[in-house]
């Protein structure tokens, strides 16, 4: 990992699937330390599995309101079996859209599990053919 002038970082961690601020999960900050372990757990909703990937983006705290990227990673969500655990070691690299060789600057440990949403789940989220039928009927009416 990178660290500051003292030899620690003060990471975090960021996940999303869609990069928009309200689908966002922030980690909390482990300070002064070069091997964090966080054991935290978020829900991340998720569009497209078979087109979307779960990024991990790790993040050095410097101040409240300033951060410096350590690495990144990238998972292709269509890779997980629904109701089954996965446990991902994952290189993180500066710039994960480059396809040039990189230096790992560390490695992050997930356990992931993809959980697709029940009939009553989607009903509950407006997913439903019913509702999505009705939405589109009083559309065209306007």
Known sequence: MNTDIVGKSDPFALLFVRLKTERIKRSSTKKNTLH?????GFIIEVDDRDAQYLTIRMMDEETID?????????????????????????????????????KSRGKVHLLVIYKPY???????RGCDEKSFKSSEEDHKQS
Request: net charge negative.
């Open 118 to 124: 029940e009939e009553d789940e989607k009903e509950e």
């Open 36 to 40: 964090p372990v966080w054991n935290e």
């Open 66 to 102: 300033n951060a410096e990227c350590i690495g990144e990673s990238k998972f292709p969500l269509k890779e997980l079996k629904p109701h089954e655990p996965k446990e991902l070691w994952m290189d993180l690299v500066y710039n994960p859209k480059t396809s040039a060789p990189q």
